[in-house]
Nanobody
Framework: QVQLVEAGGGLVQAGGSLRLSCVAS????????MRWYRQAPGKQRELVAS???????NYADSVKGRFGISRDNAKNTVYLQMNSLKTEDTAVYYC?????????????WGQGTQVTVSS
């Protein structure tokens, strides 16, 4: 079983920055596709960014140029650096790990961390 624990959310003014972190338990981290999702009130959960070991990160168009995803496999940690925050970035941010084993992909989720951007 993999557990993901997020941290770093909070209240910030528009234009500010926050860095989220997500620590994973277990030994599968280096093989996992790590993703950050977010869900705003009344909206569906959306993919924000993803990263694989040794690969290029991918971003939603809405955050390109402002957010950066990175991972440290030695620390079993994935980060989301969020700069130039906008009020529309307000959401609960979730860390996700997807691990493929024996032809089956297992998804693991963190509990979420609230990010609130004020105008």
């Amino acid at each position: 079983q993999v557990q993901l624990v997020e941290a770093g959310g909070g209240l910030v003014q528009a234009g500010g920055s926050l860095r989220l972190s997500c620590v994973a338990s277990g030994s599968i981290f280096s093989r996992a596709v790590m993703r950050w999702y977010r869900q705003a009130p009344g909206k569906q959960r959306e993919l924000v960014a993803s990263i694989i070991t040794g690969g290029w990160p991918n971003y939603a168009d809405s955050v390109k140029g402002r957010f950066g995803i990175s991972r440290d496999n030695a620390k079993n940690t994935v980060y989301l650096q969020m700069n130039s925050l906008k009020t529309e970035d307000t959401a609960v941010y979730y860390c996700n790990a997807a691990v493929r084993r024996d032809g089956v992909t297992n998804d693991y989720w963190g509990q979420g961390t609230q990010v609130t951007v004020s105008s």
